[in-house]
Nanobody
């Protein structure tokens, strides 16, 4: 059983910064990918950024150059540093962990979500 606990959401002004954290506990495979997704009202959940256990990263075009994903494997924690925030970044941000049994078989777990509101 894997549990993800997110923290760091809140209210920030446009142009500001915020850092999200997600701590994972339980059975975490050596081959895994952690990441952040977000969902705004009336929209589908979308990828923000992911990072593999080998530290390969992937970003949505909308956040490239503004957001940075990183991880601390010793703490089983993934971070999302968000800078130059825009009102359109307002969303519930969800942490995701995907454990890989093989290249073709995996299982994923979601956190409960943390709200980020960008507004003046």
């Amino acid at each position: 059983q894997v549990q993800l606990v997110e923290s760091g959401g809140g209210l920030v002004q446009p142009g500001g910064s915020l850092r999200l954290s997600c701590a994972a506990s339980g059975s975490i495979f050596s081959s895994n990918r952690m990441g952040w997704y977000r969902q705004s009202p009336g929209k589908e959940r979308e990828l923000v950024a992911t990072i593999t256990s080998g530290s390969n990263t992937n970003y949505a075009d909308s956040v490239k150059g503004r957001f940075t994903i990183s991880r601390d494997n010793a703490k089983n924690t993934v971070y999302l540093q968000m800078s130059s925030l825009k009102p359109e970044d307002t969303a519930v941000y969800y942490c995701n962990l995907r454990n890989y049994y093989s290249a073709l078989r995996s299982v994923e777990v979601w956190g409960q979500g943390t709200l980020v509101t960008v507004s003046s």
